[in-house]
């Protein structure tokens, strides 16, 4: 069996981290969004069509010609005009039964078997605000009876997770669907006309769907798999002056120094200096690479490769990225005084995170002067810097 992955679009809403990477290469405990979901399909799967456009050089070079036992075919969406278009890129490369997925989100194994062995699927999630989403109205056999995209009023709580078994003839309905009011098309009208012909089994999901539709997202995603995947394995070099609980990932080349405090779980890239005199709290990844040094607390964040905090750094609850330094004594705040749940702009309107605790969004390459304080939930765009004692409480772009 095929698959077939979307994986060109160009996404806004989790700038600035996708100012300088396709969303599909976010990482997630180290690993790409992409890569997770190619280990996630099922055996049957010996094929995957990765259909890619924005950067879509980064995605080839970082997976190559095949991952985790299946050979990969690129194919370019030149014009991103929806997923139903990019599906319809794959005609006449797949004439058989296909599971279709979008590729910027994280499903569980057991979830992908089971629409996999299915004729023609669709996979649900039951969540507390459909209207975020596609949303699916099923009969009590489990037979898809619509499928609306972000209904003003949802009938049902069933959200549509964006995974699909289907035959060769949803490019006929493709051939048939009408570009919606944005232009584009999209496989959800598609899905909808198939289903008058072939009858579409709702999958309720009883694994996890991490849906990653903002930056915040992926801090969510992480203390997931943290919890739930990672395995206590040491590779590097660990002080027996260094104290570690917890399931705690060390990988290979990265030094531990004494008086580090590593409360698991917690994963370490390779290559990375921890310490000396360091705390790395519950929930974080460091990517390889990276730096955290004297006197330094990283809670519940990620760390991209090569990002570094190296003295009197406090990082809460944040996203930074790729070969980021901050400078002695920067802070990310995380924490309203009122309690509030944090808002963050995106895309000029202010979105309620739903978290009460959310620290920065740092871009590639951002550089902070000494003793510069970020309120939270703020973004800085990718190589941007701030001034010694800076106070940043708007977006930098």
Sequence with gaps: MKAVIFAAGKSTRTYPLTLTRPKPLLPVMNRPIIQHQLEALPDSVDEVFLVVGYRHEMIREALGASCAGRKITYVL???QRGTGHALLQCRGLIKEPMMAMNGDDLFSPADLRAVAQLEAAALAKRVPDPSLYGVIEMDTQNRLLTLEEKPAVPKTDLANAGVYKLPPAIFDALDQTKPSVRGEIEITSAVQLLNASVPITVVECSGYWLPIGYPWNLLEANTYLLDTELRAEIHGEVSPAAHLSGVVYVGQGTIVRPGVV????VYIGRDCEIGPNCWIRAGSTLGNGC?????????????????????????????????VNLGCGTVTSNYRHDGATHRSLVGGQLIDTGRRKLGAILGDGVHTGIHTSIYPGRKLWPNTTTLPGEIVDKDRM
Excluded: M, R, T, W
Aim: charge should be negative.
């Design 77 to 79: 969406q030149q014009e």
């Design 262 to 265: 590593i409360d698991g779980p």
């Design 291 to 323: 730096k955290v040094g004297q006197a330094s607390e990283i809670k519940n964040s990620i760390l991209f490769n090569g990002a570094k905090a190296p003295h009197h750094n406090y990082v809460g609850d944040s996203v930074i990225g790729e070969k």
